[in-house]
Each structure stands twice: as structure tokens, then as C-alpha cells.
């Protein structure tokens, strides 16, 4: 079974820093890029990251451009996300998505079932 | 930045009945378009991708269509475990998501 398991999610202080991991199994994972989609509770969905399947290209929205580092271990099936300086805006479920192909589509066909982020003083 | 938008933002619907959610570019996208279903507390699942190509394992009764900046979502019959929201999503220039049509039993 195509899976994906994310974990790492916690409450967090403004200005602290958090890993993610997303956990893949059931599929070839180096044969897919990975994403990180957030969701503000009750709001839609934002796409935060991607990485190609090799891990040579990284892809980041502007506003955690140089605060987050998206990167991939194929050997262990394990995406990460590390997110530093870290604001009150960055709370959401993260979701782990993979790619429809190696490159970069940009559509996401298998989603994990979310680590949630909440960054408060 | 492209904007999506989607209308309505809520459809209420009797089960059985034909639903028709629209989704609308803010400049041309070709028909780089998929459409996600989101139950509460659940993960998007990917419906629809290329405008009108359905997903692995998505029932037939899901049909997409449309380029250029108008695309459709139809569920020709819909059944009680299709009322859910439904996000479209442009992966032409960069990639960005509409803002969800909620699709409630009537």
C-alpha cells in the first residue's frame, strides 16, 4: 500500500525551529518529487515546497524562502521539512505529497494525513 | 501570481443529482488544471489532472473539462460520500489553489 506518514509536529515559540519528516513506503520513492502542502484549519490549501526526485532541485514559496530547507533521504524513504525562525502565520497541518513523476509536475496524487504546526506565544 | 477562483463557494445539492462546480483562471493556464476532494479532517485526494484526465481510481461519474481559464468539475450522480469540498488547482505558471467549493447535502 502507497503510504505516506508524516511526523514532527508540535507547538512551537516565534522564532524557534521544527523538523518534519514524512515517512514513504509502498512505491520507489526516488521516481517521485515530494511536496509539503499547509492548511490553515478551516482555510484552503497552500503550497509550501518541493524537491525533485534525486533531491538536485528545491522549490520554495516566497514567504518561507531562506526559513525553510525542504530535503530528502531516498535511502531511508524520508522527506524532511526544516523550518527555522519560525512566525504565528506558519501555523497549519503540514501534508507530505508526492508527485505524480521525478521531475516536477506539480500535481499531487498520494497525501499523508498531516502534522499540525502551531507556532504561539 | 495566478488567482483561482471557484464558484459557488457552497452548492447544495440533493443526493443523485448532477453537481457542477466551476473553477476560473486569472490568466491562461492551457490545461495544466487538477481538481483535489477534501473531507473534514481527511487529506485532499487527487480527482483530476490535465483538466479531464480522472485520477487512479476515481469513479467515472467525476468528469473535468475546460481550458484556457474556465474548467468545470461535474458529478454526474452525486453519492453520500462525495459531499466534500473540492479545490481546483493550476500548475501552469508556478502553482496555486482555488479557494474550495463545499458541496452539501440539500
Known amino acids: 500500500e502507497v503510504q505516506l506518514l508524516e511526523s514532527g509536529g508540535d507547538l512551537m515559540q516565534p522564532g524557534g525551529s521544527l523538523r518534519l519528516s514524512c515517512a514513504a513506503s509502498?512505491?520507489?520513492?526516488?521516481?517521485?518529487?515530494m511536496n509539503w502542502v499547509r492548511q490553515v484549519p478551516g482555510k484552503g490549501l497552500e503550497w509550501v515546497s518541493g524537491i525533485s526526485g534525486i533531491g538536485a532541485s528545491t522549490y520554495y514559496i516566497d514567504s518561507v524562502k531562506d526559513r525553510f530547507t525542504i530535503s530528502r533521504d531516498n535511502s531511508r524513504n524520508t522527506l524532511y521539512l526544516d523550518m527555522d525562525s519560525l512566525r504565528v502565520e506558519d501555523t497549519a497541518v503540514y501534508f507530505c505529497?508526492?508527485?505524480?513523476?521525478?521531475?516536477?509536475?506539480?500535481?499531487?496524487?498520494?497525501w499523508g494525513q498531516g502534522a499540525r504546526v502551531t507556532v504561539s506565544s | 501570481e495566478v488567482v483561482m477562483t471557484q464558484s459557488p463557494a457552497t452548492l447544495s445539492v440533493s443526493p443523485g443529482v448532477r453537481a457542477t462546480l466551476s473553477c476560473r483562471a486569472s490568466?491562461?493556464?492551457?490545461?495544466?488544471l487538477a481538481w483535489y476532494q477534501q473531507k473534514p479532517g481527511r487529506a485532499p485526494r487527487l480527482l483530476i489532472y490535465g483538466a479531464s484526465t480522472r485520477a487512479a481510481g476515481i469513479p467515472a461519474r467525476f468528469s473535468g473539462s475546460g481550458s484556457g481559464t474556465e474548467f468545470t468539475l461535474t458529478i454526474s450522480s452525486l453519492q453520500s460520500e462525495d459531499f466534500a469540498i473540492y479545490y481546483c488547482?493550476?500548475?501552469?505558471?508556478?502553482?496555486?489553489f482555488g479557494g474550495g467549493t463545499k458541496v452539501e447535502i440539500k
Open positions: 490568466q491562461r493556464v492551457s490545461t495544466d
Open positions: 488547482q493550476q500548475y501552469n505558471d508556478w502553482l496555486s
Open positions: 509502498g512505491f520507489t520513492f526516488e521516481n517521485h518529487a
Open positions: 505529497a508526492r508527485d505524480l513523476v521525478s521531475g516536477w509536475s506539480k500535481v499531487f496524487d498520494v
